[in-house]
T-cell receptor
Framework: NAGVTQTPKFRVLKTGQSMTLLCAQD?????MYWYRQDPGMGLRLIHY???????AKGEVPDGYNVSRLKKQNFLLGLESAAPSQTSVYFC???????????????FGPGTRLTVT | GENVEQHPSTLSVQEGDSAVIKCTYS??????FPWYKQELGKRPQLIID?????GEKKDQRIAVTLNKTAKHFSLHITETQPEDSAVYFC???????????FGKGNQVVVIP
């Protein structure tokens, strides 16, 4: 049971390049999330998904797109990278409690992205 | 939207002493409050959580208390050890329970 995994671990992009970050979970969780973490800013939600085929915007969605074609995978895309997108990106997943109360999110190891 | 604030931003304690981190939240509908620990270069890990129908929860040396009236909750770490040095994030649910709003984090430094 690998939990939540992310690929790649590190990446350097030039301004204007595109890339896709992959998040995979093997816990059969319904909910998946993408966060970015910047010094002094905590964790900010980019996009999230409450189930296969559904996505929604979070707190800082501009410049990113996501897809959830399979329940276990959640992809984060940067169409035209900008230096402001230099950050550490974390994926997380959680399941739906039987009474629909929230439960804790499990995080992946992170992807460190630098845009020059 | 939900606003979660943590105080203090940095906390230094002597090994063996207690550490307390307080968070305040703005949405009175929030009903779930987890705490995460993040060591340098690692992922955030859930260490304890509390629901709005409970006032206190303990797990060995850590405990969380919730005051719904005042809209604040606190993390208590007793008998601190060097391995407790980390950044601690609090969070609260918003928008129908499928999202969390995170505080900006507290750096806890345990001095041997």
């Amino acid at each position: 049971n690998a939990g939540v995994t992310q690929t790649p671990k590190f990446r350097v992009l030039k301004t204007g390049q595109s890339m896709t970050l992959l998040c995979a979970q093997d816990m059969n969780h319904e909910y998946m999330y993408w966060y970015r973490q910047d010094p002094g800013m905590g964790l900010r939600l980019i996009h999230y998904s409450v189930g296969e085929g559904t996505t929604a915007k979070g707190e800082v969605p501009d410049g990113y797109n996501v897809s959830r074609l399979k329940k276990q995978n959640f992809l984060l895309g940067l169409e035209s990278a900008a230096p402001s997108q230099t950050s550490v990106y974390f994926c997380a997943s959680s399941y739906s409690h039987r009474d629909r109360a929230h439960v804790g999110q499990y995080f992946g190891p992170g992807t460190r992205l630098t845009v020059t | 939207g939900e606003n979660v604030e943590q105080h203090p931003s940095t906390l230094s304690v002597q090994e063996g002493d207690s550490a307390v981190i307080k968070c305040t939240y703005s949405d009175s509908a929030s009903n779930y409050f987890p705490w995460y620990k993040q060591e340098l270069g690692k992922r955030p890990q859930l260490i304890i959580d509390i629901r709005s129908n409970v006032g206190e929860k303990k797990d060995q040396r850590i405990a969380v208390t919730l005051n719904k009236t005042a809209k604040h909750f606190s993390l208590h770490i007793t008998e601190t050890q060097p391995e407790d040095s980390a950044v601690y994030f609090c969070a609260a649910t918003l928008y129908g329970n499928n999202r969390l709003a995170f505080g900006k984090g507290n750096q806890v430094v345990v001095i041997p």
